[in-house]
C-alpha cells in the first residue's frame, strides 16, 4: 500500500467516527497585569464560553490564565494581549502533537498490561475489570460498589476497602475524573488503591488498616470514555445536547454565578437543577449511607498543585478552618518531600475564582466532614491535562505521602478531641 493511500484510511477512519482534533492549537499562558486586563479575561470566557477552552481561568493581576487557541483565534488572541499589555507565553505550539504522543504510548504498551498499569492511561474497562478483580482477590477486604448510574447507563463503579469493623467512623472517600480529561487524577486514585492494599511500608499499612476506604476513580465514566474515543480535551459529562459540568452541579449554592445564563457549551455550564444530572444526583445519594463514616473526604483534579479546602462560593472559612488549613499545610510538606513538587492551599476564592455547585463544598455543608480538600494535582502548566506518563508514579507516591500526614493529623486532632 503506497504512503498516501495509509494517510488517506487513517484519515478516512478518522472522520468515520468524528475524531475530534486540535492540530495547531496553541496553549498561551496569559498574564493580566491590572484587573482590567482580568476583567477583560473574564468577559471572553463568559461571553465566549463555547469558542475558547480556559485550561484555568482569569483570577487575579499577576495570576496566569492558561488558554488553547486554534488558528483561526490567534489574530483575535494576540490583539487583544497587545492592546492590554498582557504578558505571554506559548506553553505548547500544537496541543495535536501531545495527544498523539499520549495516544501512541498508551496504545504501543496496552498489549503488555496484565491487569492494570501506572506507566500509561488505562481506559474505563481497564479501571473497571481490574476494580472486579480485586474484589476477587482480596474477598474478605474489598467489595464492590455502585456509586451510582451515568446518563449513557453506565455504572459509576468504586470499592471499600476494609480491614475490620473497628474502623467505623473512620472513613476515607477519593473520587476521581468527574472532569473527564484530567487523566492524572484517576492514575493517582487507582494507584493509591494499589497502595493500600499491596504496600509492604509500615506507615502506609498502619493507615491503610485502621480506616475504611471508599474509592471511585472515574465518577464520569460517559465522558472519561468520550475522552479516551473521540475528544481528548472533553471536560463535563455526556447528557444531550452539549453535557453538563458535573462539578458545577451539586445541590451547594448551586447557580450562585447565574451560570444557567451562559451558552450551554460552555465547559462550566450547570445543567439545569442543582442534580439535574443522573452522575450527581445517584453519587450524592450514595455519599448519604456512608457520609457519617467519613473523616476525610478527597476529589482530585488537575492541574495546578493546590490544596483547596472549602467553600468556593465565597470568602466565608469552615468552622474548623485552621484546623483544616494547618493539616494541609503539614500535607504538603511531606507532598513536597520526595521530588520538590510545591502545592498552594487555600478556598477556591482565595488561589482561583468563585466556584458554585461543587462537589466537597455540598460533602462538607451536608455532613460537616472533619476534613474536605480538592486536589489539583500536576503539573503547573508545562504540559496541563496532558501530563506524560512517566509522571503518575511520581504524583502517585508524593499524594500517598500528603494523604499519611493528613491522617496522622486527623488521628492526633480527634484523639485531642477525647
Ligand atoms: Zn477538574
Not at 487507582?190 to 491503610?208: E, G, K, M, W, Y
Request: hydrophobic letters at 40%; glycine letters at 4%; one cysteine or more.
Amino acid at each position: 500500500m503506497n504512503f498516501s493511500l495509509i494517510l488517506l484510511l487513517g484519515l478516512l477512519s478518522h472522520l468515520a467516527i468524528g475524531i475530534v482534533t486540535y492540530d495547531d492549537h496553541a496553549l498561551y499562558r496569559i498574564v493580566p497585569k491590572n484587573s482590567e486586563s482580568v476583567d477583560i479575561l473574564r468577559l471572553l470566557q463568559k461571553s465566549e464560553s463555547e469558542k475558547y477552552d480556559f485550561w484555568t481561568f482569569p483570577r487575579a493581576a499577576g495570576m496566569p490564565v492558561d488558554i488553547l487557541v486554534s488558528p483561526q483565534q490567534k489574530s483575535f488572541i494576540e490583539k487583544l494581549i497587545n492592546e492590554n499589555k498582557m504578558d505571554y507565553e506559548i506553553l505548547i505550539e500544537n496541543i495535536q502533537e501531545n495527544i498523539d504522543e499520549e495516544a501512541r504510548f498508551n496504545k504501543n504498551n496496552l498489549d503488555d498490561v496484565a491487569d492494570i498499569s501506572w506507566e500509561i492511561y488505562n481506559d474505563l474497562d481497564t479501571i473497571n475489570n481490574w476494580l472486579q478483580k480485586l474484589a476477587q482477590r482480596y474477598p474478605d477486604i474489598v467489595t464492590l460498589l455502585e456509586g451510582g448510574k451515568s446518563y449513557e447507563n453506565r455504572t459509576i463503579l468504586g470499592v471499600k476497602v476494609s480491614y475490620g469493623s473497628q474502623n467505623k467512623n473512620r472513613g476515607v472517600w477519593i473520587d476521581s475524573n468527574i472532569h473527564a480529561r484530567e487523566w492524572i487524577s484517576s492514575a493517582t486514585n487507582t494507584f493509591l488503591l494499589n497502595a493500600i492494599l499491596t504496600s509492604d511500608d509500615p506507615v502506609v499499612r498502619q493507615i491503610a488498616e485502621s480506616h475504611d476506604w471508599y474509592i471511585f476513580p472515574v465518577i464520569n465514566p460517559d465522558g472519561f470514555v468520550y475522552s479516551y474515543t473521540t475528544d481528548r480535551l472533553w471536560r463535563k459529562n455526556r447528557s444531550l445536547p452539549y453535557g453538563v459540568d458535573l462539578n458545577r452541579n451539586w445541590d451547594y449554592k448551586w447557580n450562585g454565578d447565574a451560570c444557567t445564563d451562559i451558552s450551554k457549551q460552555s465547559d462550566v455550564y450547570c445543567g439545569t437543577a442543582a442534580f439535574s444530572e443522573i452522575e450527581t444526583s445517584s453519587l450524592a445519594n450514595f455519599i448519604s449511607t456512608i457520609a457519617e463514616d467519613l473523616v476525610l473526604l478527597l476529589t482530585f483534579h488537575s492541574y495546578s498543585q493546590f490544596m483547596i479546602i472549602p467553600y468556593g462560593d465565597s470568602e466565608r472559612h469552615v468552622d474548623n478552618y485552621n484546623v483544616t488549613y494547618a493539616a494541609a499545610v503539614k500535607a504538603a510538606e511531606s507532598l513536597a518531600q520526595r521530588y520538590g513538587t510545591q502545592y498552594s492551599i487555600g478556598t477556591a476564592p482565595e488561589l482561583l475564582y468563585q466556584a458554585f455547585g461543587i462537589s466537597m463544598d455540598w460533602a462538607k455543608a451536608q455532613y460537616q466532614i472533619p476534613y474536605v480538600y480538592t486536589y489539583e494535582l500536576r503539573d503547573k502548566g508545562k504540559y496541563g491535562f496532558l501530563l506524560p506518563t512517566d509522571q503518575i508514579i511520581p504524583t502517585g507516591l508524593e499524594t500517598l505521602d500528603s494523604i499519611i500526614t493528613l491522617l496522622q493529623e486527623a488521628d492526633k486532632q480527634l484523639s485531642s478531641n477525647y
